[in-house]
């Protein structure tokens, strides 16, 4: 289970370098990502070979290391390069956040303007004792790397890609949470971990054919995704029930991958008339959505109980809905 870390008792810098560089080599998604959190002036070439090392030569001979670079290259020669340095537990060496700079200006030199940026990775309460003075283009916390990913499991089927993303959020709510000490801090939150538990009971009660996907119920675990989700007529789909960020009223909704192009196909037809139901995108996905309560998961949970109930309620109805037109729902989505 998740709210087990494999990882708590066991996590080093390297770990962070490893992820990194098995990230950054293998998913276009996370490289782009973190290419657009870099501020400075820096445009990477549109072709050539990307290669990821860790440790490599610097080019200002400097002595010192460089945790893991990103290149651009081309015809074995390089082109451009984002130079990341990874911080969990320990402050800068003397010098160090400077010898970036320098690294950069070599890079610079020798590979041409807007061909050089360094990164600066650490969690989000070690980037404080950080300071670098512009040394590094852009900083990016362990937190919103875990935000990231759990962004992308929203549109995944559960399977081994899901799982695997899963084990590596366990790995950098580790990292986030190891202290200079050598000691580990969890970022489960306990007040939400134990109101998952009892949110987990109530929806199986209430869908009981269905699996609440077990959450890290960290800081920003706002979500409750479900399992199991299949109906024969309708291409794959997700079920979110979201709980909101203090607001009154959330929704619960089900997403359709990949056919947020089918909105207006969706809301143009007759498919809604006489229901609450609302077509809308969420990212790349068609949602299909119910007004429900907000709810706060970190308030005792016979407190929130009546919320929660309301909300797995209209998730139920909503569901009997999509099933009862699902015939209806599958050709409008296959409209030309």
């Known amino acids: 289970m998740l709210n087990?870390?494999?990882?708590?008792?066991?996590?080093?810098?390297?770990?962070l370098?490893?992820?990194?560089?098995?990230?950054?080599?293998?998913?276009?998604?996370?490289?782009?990502?973190?290419?657009?959190?870099?501020?400075?002036?820096?445009?990477?070439?549109?072709?050539?070979?990307?290669?990821?090392?860790?440790?490599?030569?610097?080019?200002?001979?400097?002595?010192?290391?460089?945790?893991?670079?990103?290149?651009?290259?081309?015809?074995?020669?390089?082109?451009?390069?984002?130079?990341?340095?990874s911080k969990v537990a320990d402050n800068f060496q003397t010098g160090q956040a400077e010898s970036y700079f320098g690294e950069v200006q070599a890079q610079l030199l020798k590979l041409g303007p807007k061909r050089a940026a360094a990164v600066l990775v650490a969690p989000a309460g070690k980037m404080p004792s950080l300071q670098h003075n512009g040394a590094f283009a852009a900083d990016v916390?362990?937190?919103?790397?875990?935000?990231?990913?759990?962004?992308?499991?929203?549109?995944?089927?559960?399977?081994?890609?899901?799982?695997?993303?899963?084990?590596?959020?366990?790995?950098?709510?580790?990292?986030?949470g190891k202290r200079a000490s050598g000691g580990w801090v969890?970022?489960?939150?306990?007040?939400?971990?134990?109101?998952?538990?009892?949110?987990?009971?109530?929806?199986?009660?209430?869908l009981p054919d269905l699996k609440v996907r077990p959450s890290?119920?960290?800081?920003?675990?706002?979500?409750?995704?479900?399992?199991?989700?299949?109906?024969?007529?309708?291409?794959?789909?997700?079920?979110?029930?979201?709980?909101?960020?203090?607001?009154?009223?959330?929704?619960?909704?089900?997403q359709f991958p990949k056919q947020a192009n089918r909105v207006a196909v969706l809301r143009s037809s007759a498919l809604l008339q006489g229901t609450s139901y609302q077509v809308e995108t969420a990212g790349q996905s068609l949602s299909i959505r119910a007004r429900t309560?907000?709810?706060?998961?970190?308030?005792?949970?016979?407190?929130?109980?009546h919320k929660v109930e309301a909300?797995?309620?209209a998730t139920r109805d909503l569901l009997a809905w999509i099933r009862a037109n699902a015939a209806e729902i599958a050709r409008l989505l296959e409209t030309n």
């Open 186 to 206: 969890a970022s489960t939150v306990a007040e939400k971990k134990d109101f998952g538990i009892a949110y987990e009971q109530l929806a199986s009660e209430i």
């Open 4 to 15: 087990e870390n494999a990882y708590r008792d066991s996590v080093r810098e390297r770990d």
């Open 311 to 313: 909300g797995l309620i």
């Open 216 to 254: 890290t119920d960290g800081p920003k675990a706002t979500t409750r995704i479900f399992e199991a989700m299949h109906i024969s007529a309708l291409p794959n789909m997700r079920l979110r029930h979201e709980f909101g960020k203090q607001e009154a009223w959330k929704y619960t909704n089900v």
């Open 293 to 305: 309560p907000g709810v706060n998961p970190m308030r005792p949970f016979e407190d929130e109980q």
């Open 17 to 85: 370098d490893n992820f990194l560089v098995e990230e950054l080599s293998s998913s276009d998604d996370f490289r782009d990502w973190l290419l657009s959190r870099i501020t400075a002036d820096f445009l990477p070439p549109e072709t050539g070979d990307i290669r990821v090392r860790k440790s490599p030569v610097r080019a200002s001979l400097d002595g010192r290391q460089t945790d893991v670079e990103l290149g651009w290259f081309s015809r074995g020669d390089q082109q451009a390069c984002v130079l990341l340095e």
């Open 141 to 176: 916390t362990i937190e919103e790397i875990i935000a990231f990913l759990e962004s992308r499991l929203v549109d995944l089927d559960e399977g081994e890609l899901s799982r695997r993303l899963s084990v590596r959020i366990e790995l950098l709510e580790a990292l986030a």
